[in-house]
């Protein structure tokens, strides 16, 4: 939830520790903006890469049942 917070936080990225991930995160700002996009958080329940990256069955169900129905 961080990245969320630093893209969606008025102001600059001058609060993050390292310079290249800040760098990142005000690239991305800039795009989003441009772009007129809305960023939004979503519970770890519905993330389809926790199904890569963590050992419960629920996310590799949900990334299973994204690939055979082809919508998330």
Known sequence: KS?????TKPGTTAGVGDRRCGIDLAI????LRRLRCTL?????????ADALTKDRPEPADLLRACLRYGYY
């Open 3 to 7: 990245v969320f917070d630093h893209v």
């Open 28 to 31: 991305a700002k800039e795009s």
């Open 40 to 48: 939004r958080w979503g519970p770890t329940t519905l993330m389809l």
